[in-house]
C-alpha cells in the first residue's frame, strides 16, 4: 500500500524539498471546517467545566482515537501558551505500560490532563498527594483510574511472581487477586476471564482506597466539585469502557 499525505486546505502549508510532488490520487485534503482544532485550557475554561461535561470530553475523544480521526494542535504554540500555568480538565491514573499512551487514548494534547503511571495503577500516597494538587491546587474536575486488558503487573500479582521490588510493588495488587472470585476455571494468568475479573476489581480498589485514604478529594467528591471513576483500556480495540 502506498503512504498517503493528507493536506489540511487553508491551515497548513506544506513543502515538499529533496522530493517530487506528490501525484493526485496519493493526497487527501481535508477541509479546515472538517478538522477538529483544540488550544490550551484557560483558567476561566476550567473553572466553568463541571465533571459530567469533562467525562463526555473524554468519551469524545476516545471515539475519535478508536476511529483515527485527526485533532489539529500547533504544539510548538501549545507549549507557550501554557508556560504562565496549567489548566487540566482532569487526573488520569494509568499503568506505565507502553502500549497505553494516555494522551493518545482521549485525543488531548498539551495542558489538557494530568497523567500519573505506575505498574498495575495502584494507589499510594504519592499517587494521593498528586491527585490533591491536580484537582484542589490546579483545578482539575475528574479523577480516572484507568487499567488495562494484558496487563503485565497483573498477571505477575496473579501469578505471585517475586524480583528485587517488585515483589512488594505486587503486594499492592494482590489484595484485588484475592477479591475476584466470580470467574470459573484456575486462577492463574493464563485465565483470561479471570484476569479481566482482577483486572476491574484492581481499579475497583484503588476507587475506594481514594475515597478512604484522602479526606480532601473525599469532601471533594461529596460537594460534587469532581467525580472519582474508573475504566479499563481495551488494547485490542482502543476503546475505553468505564465502569458502572
Same mark, same amino acid.
Given at each position: 500500500m502506498k503512504n498517503r499525505i493528507i493536506i489540511f486546505s487553508t491551515m497548513f502549508g506544506l513543502t515538499f524539498s529533496g522530493m517530487a510532488q506528490p501525484s493526485t *490520487?496519493? #493526497?487527501?485534503?481535508? /477541509? +479546515?471546517?472538517?478538522?477538529l482544532v483544540e488550544t490550551v485550557l484557560t483558567k476561566e475554561e476550567q473553572r466553568a467545566l463541571t465533571p459530567e461535561e469533562v467525562l463526555q470530553m473524554l468519551r469524545a475523544g476516545n471515539e475519535r482515537f478508536v476511529r483515527?480521526? !485527526?485533532t489539529a494542535r500547533d504544539h510548538s504554540i501549545q507549549i507557550r %501558551?501554557?508556560? %504562565?500555568? *496549567?489548566? /487540566?480538565? @482532569?487526573?488520569?491514573? &494509568?499503568? #506505565?505500560?507502553? +502500549? #497505553?499512551p494516555v494522551e493518545?487514548?482521549?485525543?488531548?494534547?498539551?495542558?489538557?490532563i494530568f497523567v500519573a503511571r505506575i505498574a498495575g495503577n495502584f494507589i499510594n500516597e504519592d499517587i494521593l498527594g498528586s491527585m490533591e494538587f491536580a484537582t484542589k491546587v490546579a483545578g482539575a474536575k475528574m479523577i480516572l483510574v484507568m487499567?488495562?486488558?494484558?496487563?503485565?503487573?497483573v498477571h505477575a500479582a496473579i501469578d505471585g511472581a517475586e524480583l528485587g521490588n517488585i515483589t512488594? =510493588? !505486587? *503486594?499492592?495488587?494482590? /489484595? @484485588? #487477586?484475592? =477479591?475476584?472470585? *466470580?470467574? %470459573?476455571g484456575p486462577r492463574t494468568s493464563a485465565n483470561r476471564l479471570f484476569v479481566h475479573e482482577v483486572i476491574e476489581n484492581n481499579v475497583r480498589l484503588?476507587?475506594?482506597?481514594? !475515597? %478512604?485514604? &484522602? /479526606?480532601? !478529594?473525599?469532601e471533594m467528591h461529596s460537594r460534587g466539585e469532581i467525580d472519582i471513576l474508573g475504566a479499563v483500556y481495551d488494547m485490542d480495540t482502543g476503546v475505553v469502557n468505564f465502569l458502572p
Amino acid at each position: 500500500m502506498k503512504n498517503r499525505i493528507i493536506i489540511f486546505s487553508t491551515m497548513f502549508g506544506l513543502t515538499f524539498s529533496g522530493m517530487a510532488q506528490p501525484s493526485t *490520487q496519493d #493526497v487527501i485534503t481535508i /477541509p +479546515r471546517s472538517k478538522v477538529l482544532v483544540e488550544t490550551v485550557l484557560t483558567k476561566e475554561e476550567q473553572r466553568a467545566l463541571t465533571p459530567e461535561e469533562v467525562l463526555q470530553m473524554l468519551r469524545a475523544g476516545n471515539e475519535r482515537f478508536v476511529r483515527s480521526d !485527526l485533532t489539529a494542535r500547533d504544539h510548538s504554540i501549545q507549549i507557550r %501558551e501554557s508556560v %504562565e500555568g *496549567q489548566y /487540566p480538565k @482532569a487526573i488520569v491514573l &494509568s499503568c #506505565v505500560d507502553s +502500549r #497505553v499512551p494516555v494522551e493518545d487514548v482521549f485525543d488531548k494534547g498539551i495542558g489538557d490532563i494530568f497523567v500519573a503511571r505506575i505498574a498495575g495503577n495502584f494507589i499510594n500516597e504519592d499517587i494521593l498527594g498528586s491527585m490533591e494538587f491536580a484537582t484542589k491546587v490546579a483545578g482539575a474536575k475528574m479523577i480516572l483510574v484507568m487499567g488495562h486488558e494484558s496487563c503485565g503487573a497483573v498477571h505477575a500479582a496473579i501469578d505471585g511472581a517475586e524480583l528485587g521490588n517488585i515483589t512488594n =510493588m !505486587l *503486594q499492592k495488587i494482590k /489484595p @484485588a #487477586v484475592d =477479591m475476584s472470585t *466470580q470467574t %470459573e476455571g484456575p486462577r492463574t494468568s493464563a485465565n483470561r476471564l479471570f484476569v479481566h475479573e482482577v483486572i476491574e476489581n484492581n481499579v475497583r480498589l484503588a476507587l475506594e482506597n481514594i !475515597l %478512604e485514604q &484522602s /479526606p480532601i !478529594l473525599r469532601e471533594m467528591h461529596s460537594r460534587g466539585e469532581i467525580d472519582i471513576l474508573g475504566a479499563v483500556y481495551d488494547m485490542d480495540t482502543g476503546v475505553v469502557n468505564f465502569l458502572p
